[in-house]
């Protein structure tokens, strides 16, 4: 157990829709970042936040947006869903200091977009 | 563009058997190399990480051989158990720029043979 937790496990939805999916960092981790993976784009980073601020951004869609809250969890919310998001996304958190490039991940959510 | 380049894509090994997953990587601002492993429907675990400042790490089974100038790395699993049976990430970031996310590589699905 990392000691990452994300929610929901499973997600199934419409095209079209919008949900959210949330993660808690391990206890006293700054950082969060989001990735997803898929069959035909393997795994690919989103979007770091650090402490509440966005630090970076990498693959994510204009329709994918994402914010940290004081309490350090972590919302990916993904807007006007195409069966091409259909993927698991997983979300990471790493700590401060020496360490902090170690990142790691929770158990995932699936995201089924029919 | 694959940042990261892993093969072989799949790995048969018999039981005690050495299993090696090779990467390369192109950018040379990447100065942190781990590799995760990934169960089916779990989250990708730290297994093992290396910095470009030394040419091996080694705990237990698992060694990272790391080739500077040739921007390789490779991951050789001694004495393979069928409990290593899982798909292996290699990865790549630029730790020092403070967005550390990192770079995926296509992964190597392991098989260890009883």
């Known amino acids: 157990d990392s000691g990452v937790t994300q929610t929901p496990k499973h997600l199934i939805t419409a095209t079209g829709q919008r949900v959210t999916l949330r993660c808690s960092p391990r206890s006293g981790d700054l950082s969060v970042y989001w990735y997803q993976q898929s069959l035909d784009q393997g795994l690919q980073f989103l979007i770091q936040y650090y402490n509440g601020e966005e630090r970076a951004k990498g693959n994510i869609l204009e329709r994918f947006s994402a914010q940290q809250f004081p309490d350090l969890h972590s919302e990916l919310n993904l807007s006007s869903l195409e069966l091409g998001d259909s993927a698991l996304y997983f979300c990471a958190s790493s700590a401060e200091g020496k360490s902090y490039n170690e990142q790691f991940f929770g158990p995932g959510t699936r995201l089924t977009v029919l | 563009q694959q940042q990261v380049k892993q093969s072989p894509q799949s790995l048969i090994v018999q039981k005690g058997g050495i299993s090696i997953i090779n990467c390369a990587y192109e950018n040379t601002a990447f100065d942190y190399f781990p590799w995760y492993q990934q169960f089916p429907g779990k989250g990708p675990a730290l297994l093992i990480a290396?910095?470009?400042?030394?040419s091996e790490k080694k705990e237990g089974r698992f060694t990272i051989s790391f080739n500077k100038s040739a921007k390789q790395f490779s991951l050789h699993i001694m004495d393979s158990q069928p409990g290593d049976s899982a798909t292996y990430f290699c990865a790549a970031s630029k730790s020092r720029t403070g967005a550390n996310n990192l770079f995926f590589g296509t992964g190597t699905r392991l098989t260890v043979i009883p």
């Open positions: 290396i910095r470009p400042d030394v």
